[in-house]
């Protein structure tokens, strides 16, 4: 049973950082592709950042420059740090596992960045 766990959410002010992680279970992690997506109120899920079983990564222009996402295959564990982090980036946080056509979601993290 695959499951995905996120934390690292919390409230912080303009211009600052948080770290986000999703432990994985259930799947051979190392194989998997990783995602970062985010759903603010009232809009779509939309993609942050992805990383391939190879480690190539991929970014929204929306957080290039500002947000680093990595993994740890002896962990199972995908990281996204969120740096200079702006009013616009307040939304739930997603953790994917992708291979092939299938995708697994965790249940999301909140992050809120207001003054």
């Known amino acids: 049973q695959v499951q995905l766990v996120e934390s690292g959410g919390d409230l912080v002010q303009p211009g600052g950082s948080l770290r986000l992680s999703c432990a994985a279970s259930?799947?051979?992690?190392?194989?998997?592709?990783m995602g970062w997506y985010r759903q603010a109120p009232g809009k779509e899920r939309e993609l942050v950042a992805t990383?391939?079983?190879?480690?190539?990564?991929n970014y929204a222009d929306s957080v290039k420059g500002r947000f680093t996402i990595s993994r740890d295959n002896a962990r199972n564990t995908v990281t996204l740090q969120m740096n200079m982090l702006k009013p616009e980036d307040t939304a739930v946080y997603y953790c994917?596992?992708?291979?092939?056509?299938?995708?697994?979601w965790g249940q999301g993290t909140q992050v809120t960045v207001s003054s």
């Open positions: 990383i391939t079983n190879s480690g190539r990564t």
């Open positions: 994917k596992a992708t291979i092939g056509r299938t995708g697994n």
């Open positions: 259930g799947i051979i992690f190392s194989i998997y592709a």
